[in-house]
């Protein structure tokens, strides 16, 4: 559940009824999908394509691999009915409805096909391969285990890999964990940032069987027999599919800022400078290729930092030191800071760095807060692993 200080929300898919009108807003409380038929539990709800006649709703789950075909009960639109249940292929991530209303299509993302089926019979028709997967086998296997919301992955087909961080983005939310607030990172350069969390209680992503074996997902797993404890010995190499979801897990790469695509602005040259001061002392933590000081190595040489965010919330269980997160991407990764009470990037320089403890910003104008967020906003302007590797950055593929 998302903390009530942060909204209302779930991870659980819901149907809402809206009208188009300004102003009307929803015409029902939201339909439970997850209860719709019954104890059958569905994940990732992806696409909902609506028939010609307006009477038909196809709604297509990613995590669970399956489909509810609803019918609309009332003239108005606030209820809907059970017609059907269609197990798919792997991933499916779109449907679409053919203009006569006869013929409906899913798009099978991890099988690489588009399957035509009749709506009537609700019987499968046909089938294309759409494409050649680009992946190795070992990043395949990764990535469908990555969105699966099955068993060996979750034992309740609620939550998948990819319920917080679709296809490796963060998903905007900050998740009450029994660790405390916690903001959902991105995936992306996450292969030259090890430690893993806010909190650096993962060294390798295979320490993650844990929560697919735990409460959370209460997953088979994907080893047989005992682990070793996160921060402890390796669990990577233990198991083929492990090792295959870490590969996955790692491969998410950094895209260019849209922010600098014919370079840096003078405002973001203006931060540029500042933040590289000692005026300020980001870089102090924030250096490198990757604008972080985290990298893998013995526990006792992690990198971890008070700045100031964690000393006064009552549910926070690992703080208030916190592993320095990249700062590549952060246009696209809003909330800001462990808790997610940052709305802005001029938030986290200001409201939230009242004594200076997360770089000396209180003494700058708003000018400048604004040409530092400009700078901000603008990496990566350029590719950071060749930066990396002439470092000596550490990659962990695997």
Same mark, same amino acid.
């Given at each position: 559940?998302?903390?009530?200080?942060?909204?209302?929300?779930?991870?659980?898919?819901?149907?809402?009824?809206?009208?188009?009108?300004?102003?009307?807003?929803?015409?029902?409380?939201?339909?439970?999908?997850?209860?719709?038929?019954?104890?059958?539990?569905?994940?990732?709800?992806?696409?909902?394509?609506?028939?010609?006649?307006?009477?038909?709703?196809?709604?297509?789950?990613?995590?669970?691999?399956?489909?509810?075909?609803?019918?609309?009960?009332?003239?108005?639109?606030?209820?809907?009915?059970?017609?059907?249940?269609?197990?798919?292929?792997?991933?499916?991530?779109?449907?679409?409805?053919?203009?006569?209303?006869?013929?409906?299509?899913?798009?099978?993302?991890?099988?690489?096909?588009?399957?035509?089926?009749?709506?009537?019979?609700?019987?499968?028709?046909?089938?294309?391969?759409?494409?050649?997967?680009?992946?190795?086998?070992?990043?395949?296997?990764?990535?469908?285990?990555?969105?699966?919301?099955?068993?060996?992955?979750?034992?309740?087909?609620?939550?998948?890999?990819?319920?917080?961080?679709?296809?490796?983005?963060?998903?905007?939310?900050?998740?009450?964990?029994?660790?405390?607030?916690?903001?959902?990172?991105?995936?992306?350069?996450?292969?030259?940032?090890?430690?893993?969390?806010?909190?650096?209680?993962?060294?390798?992503?295979?320490?993650?069987?844990?929560?697919?074996? $735990? &409460?959370?997902?209460?997953?088979?797993?994907?080893?047989? /027999?005992?682990? =070793? *404890?996160?921060?402890? @010995?390796?669990? +990577?190499?233990?198991?083929?599919?492990?090792?295959?979801?870490?590969?996955?897990?790692?491969?998410?790469?950094?895209?260019?800022?849209?922010?600098?695509?014919?370079?840096?602005?003078?405002?973001?040259?203006?931060?540029?400078?500042?933040?590289?001061?000692?005026?300020?002392?980001?870089?102090?933590?924030?250096?490198?290729?990757?604008?972080?000081?985290?990298?893998? $190595? &013995?526990?006792?040489?992690?990198?971890?930092?008070?700045? /100031?965010?964690? =000393? *006064?919330?009552?549910? @926070?269980?690992? +703080?208030?030191?916190?592993?320095?997160?990249?700062?590549?991407?952060?246009?696209?990764?809003?909330?800001?800071?462990?808790?997610?009470?940052?709305?802005?990037?001029?938030?986290?320089?200001?409201?939230?760095?009242?004594?200076?403890?997360?770089?000396?910003?209180?003494?700058?104008?708003?000018?400048?807060?604004?040409?530092?967020?400009?700078?901000?906003?603008?990496?990566?302007?350029?590719?950071?692993?060749?930066?990396?590797?002439?470092?000596?950055?550490?990659?962990?593929?695997?």
């Amino acid at each position: 559940k998302v903390n009530a200080v942060h909204g209302q929300g779930s991870i659980f898919p819901y149907l809402a009824v809206l009208d188009t009108e300004a102003g009307e807003g929803r015409r029902r409380k939201r339909i439970p999908m997850d209860a719709f038929r019954g104890a059958l539990v569905t994940a990732n709800p992806w696409e909902v394509a609506v028939s010609p006649d307006g009477r038909r709703l196809y709604i297509v789950f990613a995590g669970t691999d399956d489909m509810f075909v609803c019918h609309v009960i009332d003239d108005n639109y606030r209820e809907v009915g059970d017609s059907g249940y269609l197990k798919l292929g792997r991933n499916p991530r779109a449907v679409q409805v053919s203009p006569d209303g006869k013929t409906f299509y899913i798009y099978n993302a991890l099988d690489f096909t588009v399957v035509a089926w009749d709506a009537a019979s609700l019987r499968r028709t046909g089938s294309v391969q759409v494409t050649e997967n680009p992946l190795s086998e070992e990043l395949l296997l990764g990535k469908v285990l990555f969105y699966s919301a099955q068993q060996p992955m979750s034992g309740r087909k609620w939550i998948s890999c990819s319920s917080c961080h679709p296809d490796g983005e963060p998903d905007g939310r900050t998740w009450h964990n029994p660790e405390g607030l916690r903001n959902t990172q991105s995936l992306a350069g996450m292969a030259w940032t090890h430690p893993i969390h806010w909190s650096a209680d993962r060294d390798e992503v295979q320490d993650f069987e844990h929560t697919i074996r $735990g &409460p959370l997902m209460q997953g088979q797993g994907l080893r047989r /027999g005992s682990l =070793n *404890d996160s921060l402890g @010995e390796r669990n +990577g190499g233990l198991s083929a599919p492990l090792d295959a979801l870490a590969a996955y897990s790692n491969s998410h790469k950094v895209p260019l800022s849209p922010y600098a695509k014919d370079g840096l602005s003078a405002a973001a040259e203006r931060g540029k400078a500042l933040f590289f001061s000692k005026q300020t002392d980001c870089a102090r933590c924030h250096h490198g290729a990757y604008f972080c000081d985290s990298q893998p $190595g &013995p526990v006792d040489k992690f990198s971890l930092h008070d700045v /100031g965010t964690g =000393n *006064d919330d009552p549910s @926070e269980l690992m +703080g208030p030191k916190y592993d320095t997160p990249t700062l590549l991407g952060v246009y696209r990764t809003a909330p800001y800071l462990h808790h997610g009470k940052a709305q802005t990037l001029e938030e986290v320089l200001t409201t939230f760095n009242p004594k200076d403890q997360h770089g000396r910003t209180s003494q700058l104008s708003p000018q400048q807060v604004s040409d530092l967020a400009e700078f901000l906003r603008a990496l990566p302007y350029e590719d950071p692993e060749p930066a990396a590797i002439r470092a000596g950055l550490k990659k962990t593929e695997r």
